[in-house]
């Protein structure tokens, strides 16, 4: 079998155009749409992208004051008359749309530094009442409030509850009782601070020894969580460790606030089933749900 010079130049340009489609084709599949519709849009799009790629992004409410920034929704959830002047008072509902590209190599974000800023600058320009920085510390991202408007409808600068300064004693607890300890101190200094939704069956039989002097509270639960994922995995341990996020949300309604904790995917998984169906977001919000 031969094959002039011609046809062999006809057949190396068919098989540039072939790549060149097979190219055109992978970026076209890496280029991802993120829509968001919810009363919390930041704390929304970081947990799609947590379950989704297994991405470590933890997220905490400013307290809203504006009535411009809230809406009342004791209609929509309550099922039994409510007393008179209760009413059930979430953040108004907003949007976040956007584009974002996955690395051919890991079917990840490429980088998700810049794409969780991506989604904070949407959420302002899209007039969200609230205003939010990024910390990171090592592989986790903290998406925490900096400024917020007060009940005239003026920006103030805010801070995170999770600023806050709180003493543990470091000593063996479980899970659960770390995390419901963290949550009393917080309450003892400032605003009452309770334990929302979490996964009870991984926190009360794993065992932590942890704590803290004077420390942000953010600091001495990354911590805790990072060590129960580490103990998890050692002691049941099939597939690697599997992450803890938080989401601390502000109940407008009671004027406190509640910690929810879940379990990311482990990374395995999270690359090769990402979760495209979530939770209803009502499960996890503290005005239209009830903590465990």
């Known amino acids: 079998m031969w094959c002039t010079n ?12 072939a790549c060149n489609e097979a190219l ?27 379950q989704r790629y297994g991405i470590i992004v933890t997220y905490e409410d400013p307290s809203y004051a504006f009535a411009g920034d809230l809406q009342d929704v004791t209609a929509a959830v309550s099922r039994s008359p409510v007393k008179p002047g209760h009413r059930v008072l979430v953040p108004r509902a907003g ?11 890991t079917g990840k974000p490429e980088n ?37 408007r007060n009940s005239a ?30 949550c009393k101190a917080l309450s003892a200094v400032t605003v009452r601070v309770a334990v929302g939704m979490v996964p009870l069956n991984a926190l009360a039989h794993t065992p932590v020894v942890e704590g803290g002097t004077n420390e942000p509270a953010r600091d001495i639960l990354s911590r805790t969580l990072k060590q129960l994922s580490k103990e998890a995995a050692s002691r049941f341990g099939e ?18 606030y509640f910690l929810n904790l879940s379990l990311l995917p482990r990374a395995e998984a999270a690359t090769q089933n990402p979760k495209e169906e979530l939770p209803d977001p009502a499960a996890l919000d503290p005005d239209t749900a009830r903590p465990r």
């Open 6 to 17: 011609a046809g062999k130049i006809a057949i190396a340009l068919l098989w540039i155009v």
């Open 153 to 182: 409808g003026s920006w103030v600068a805010t801070r995170s509850v999770f600023d806050t300064p709180i003493t543990v004693p470091v000593q063996p607890r479980s899970g659960m009782e770390m995390v419901d300890a963290i």
């Open 95 to 105: 949007a976040i749309q956007l584009s974002y590209s996955l690395s051919p190599l």
């Open 239 to 256: 597939g690697g460790e599997q992450p803890y996020v938080w989401q601390l949300l502000s109940s407008p309604s009671s004027t406190m």
């Open 24 to 50: 055109s084709a992978d970026i076209r599949d890496a280029e991802q749409q993120l829509s968001i519709s919810d009363p919390r849009p930041v704390a929304k799009a970081v947990e799609v992208l947590s």
């Open 112 to 148: 998700p530094d810049a794409l969780i800023r991506k989604i904070l600058d949407t959420h302002l320009a899209n007039g969200g009442g609230s205003q939010f920085e990024l910390i990171q510390q090592d592989d986790v991202f903290h998406v925490v409030p900096v400024m917020v």
